[in-house]
């Protein structure tokens, strides 16, 4: 049963702008952390950012104040807004629980940042 599914990479230049969508189930979106991971070539899957069921958000250092999470206030959807995009923030983003209590992982939405 397919529970996270991703949406809206693409190629974008330096310094422009992307927002990544998350279709969950209703069950995920109401009771899980929901976060995005991302995964460069050759390393291992990281969380960029993740929303609490109250809305509390964390993001990691180098997406401060670039990248925004939210949750959809009318179905079970969450968003990763992305500006001010870097080549380094090029890779495969995926969404899930965090953690993932073994939760499958969706096909993921590659970013890449680049000229």
């Known amino acids: 049963q397919v529970q996270l599914v991703e949406s809206g990479g693409g190629l974008v230049q330096p310094g422009g702008s992307l927002t990544l969508s998350c279709e969950v189930s209703?069950?995920?979106?109401?009771?899980?952390?929901l976060g995005w991971y991302r995964q460069e070539p050759g390393k291992q899957r990281e969380v960029v950012a993740f929303?609490?069921?109250?809305?509390?958000?964390n993001y990691d250092d180098s997406m401060k104040g670039r990248f925004t999470i939210s949750k959809d206030t009318h179905r079970p959807v969450f968003y990763l807004q992305m500006e001010g995009l870097k080549p380094e923030d090029t890779g495969v983003y995926y969404c899930?629980?965090?953690?993932?209590?073994?939760?499958?992982w969706g096909q993921g939405t590659q970013v890449t940042v680049s000229t």
């Open positions: 899930n629980t965090v953690p993932t209590y073994g939760h499958s």
């Open positions: 209703k069950s995920i979106f109401k009771n899980y952390i």
């Open positions: 929303i609490t069921s109250s809305g509390i958000t």
